[in-house]
């Protein structure tokens, strides 16, 4: 990779709500086994945080960046033919993409592993960690009790030759609690602000997939909205220029869907472009 084909331009920062639909499951860590106990749990803070003001209690649950940011790889690469299936033994298999090259939106947006040959430069995205609103923990503790966040799913898995029932539970996050997404998207080509669209088409599968396990039994299901997003250009970092807000009021209509930003992506983003080419007009004179 030449250093010299990639130069800091700037950050995007996306916010949204992600409401949970059905409930949701993201497993966490048995600590150990009780009788009686919690066969699937779902990951939780292991302490307080503070998170724009607000206090999110320890033992609470939240969606990993990582989880996240996985699935909506997972379905840009299928979305995109990226996708490499191989037939071995009779078997087929899927390989996903870690190709590296520069035109790639894929790898450019998400990344590659270190072992990959990079051409497409630094990663794109970052994924942050997603907590509950404070309307939604407050929700919680209101309609459940203090301290208590999650419903205990009971299934039965039966056996289809005996018919036997084998009884499991899955401790899960209950349906309508939203989450505050926050993903940093970082510009170091022109091209990368015309790959940013990638991200809501990511969304936009989403809503119709499912976050999270179990999700062919009724889980994780979600929907994003109450979309805010920010542009810091270089020129916010090193000489104190103001951010810009990114009006997502287009033709007099608000925006609220990660459908609505991708079909309108040109209008809505034209004077981040804008400011992209006077920065790159600027430092060429």
């Known amino acids: 990779m030449n250093n010299l084909a990639f130069k800091f331009l700037g950050k995007l920062l996306i916010e949204a709500d992600l409401k949970c639909i059905t409930a949701l499951h993201i497993g966490g860590t048995q600590e ?37 940011k996985g699935k909506m790889r997972s379905l840009l690469e299928w979305a995109l ?11 087929y298999r899927g390989k ?43 929700s919680w503790e209101s309609d459940m009790g203090e301290g208590i966040f999650t419903e205990i799913k009971t299934e039965n898995y039966i056996d289809r030759l005996s018919s036997q029932a084998n009884p499991r539970s899955m401790e899960r996050v209950p349906a309508g609690s939203v989450f505050k997404t926050r993903m940093i998207y970082t510009l170091y080509r022109d091209t990368d602000i015309d790959m940013l ?21 009724g889980s994780g299901r979600v929907e994003f909205g109450n979309f ?24 007099g209509k608000k925006l609220n869907s990660s459908r609505e930003i991708k079909e309108t ?21």
């Open 96 to 138: 996903l993409c870690e190709c590296g090259e520069g035109d790639c939106p894929v790898c450019v947006t998400f990344g590659v592993s270190a072992k990959t040959e990079v051409k497409a430069g630094p990663t794109r995205l970052t994924v942050l960690d997603a907590f509950p609103t404070e309307e939604t923990i407050k």
């Open 197 to 217: 669209k990638n991200i809501f088409l990511a969304m936009e599968i989403l809503e119709d997939s499912t976050l999270g396990g179990s999700g062919s039994r």
């Open 32 to 68: 150990g086994y009780e009788i009686g106990g919690m066969d699937n749990p779902v990951i939780k803070t292991a302490t307080r945080i503070e998170v724009n003001g607000f206090t999110i209690p320890a033992d609470c649950p939240y969606i990993p960046g990582s989880s996240l």
């Open 265 to 285: 992506f040109d209008k809505v983003f034209g004077e981040v472009k804008k400011i992209i080419k006077d920065i790159n007009q600027s430092e060429n004179v």
């Open 81 to 91: 033919g990226r996708v490499k299936i191989d037939k071995e033994g009779g078997n």
């Open 228 to 251: 805010d997003i920010r542009f810091r250009s270089k020129l916010y970092y090193t000489e104190n220029a103001p951010e810009l807000s990114v009006n997502l009021n287009v033709d």
